[in-house]
């Protein structure tokens, strides 16, 4: 007859094993996403890149962000 213990054993074994695993895996998802994600995406480009979007600048100053998406709809861009 077996060890009326090794089943748990086993199993608990199993438990921690996916455990140890899982924390591993988020770490490295972690890591990953800290690698890709820039580190301040608000700031102003460089070189010869252009910043899109200027609120309160260019051409009609005072249009209302409703405003510009209406146009942005009726251009269809």
């Known amino acids: 007859m077996k060890e009326p213990y090794g089943k748990w054993w086993s199993r608990l074994q199993f438990t921690l094993l996916f455990l140890a695993m899982t924390v591993i895996v988020h770490s490295l998802f972690g890591w990953f996403h800290g690698w890709l994600k820039p ?6 480009p460089e070189g010869r890149a252009y910043k899109v979007f200027r609120s309160g600048e260019g051409a009609d100053p005072g249009a209302s962000p409703g405003d510009r998406l209406r146009l942005f709809y009726w251009y269809g861009e």
């Open 39 to 44: 580190s301040d995406p608000y700031r102003e």
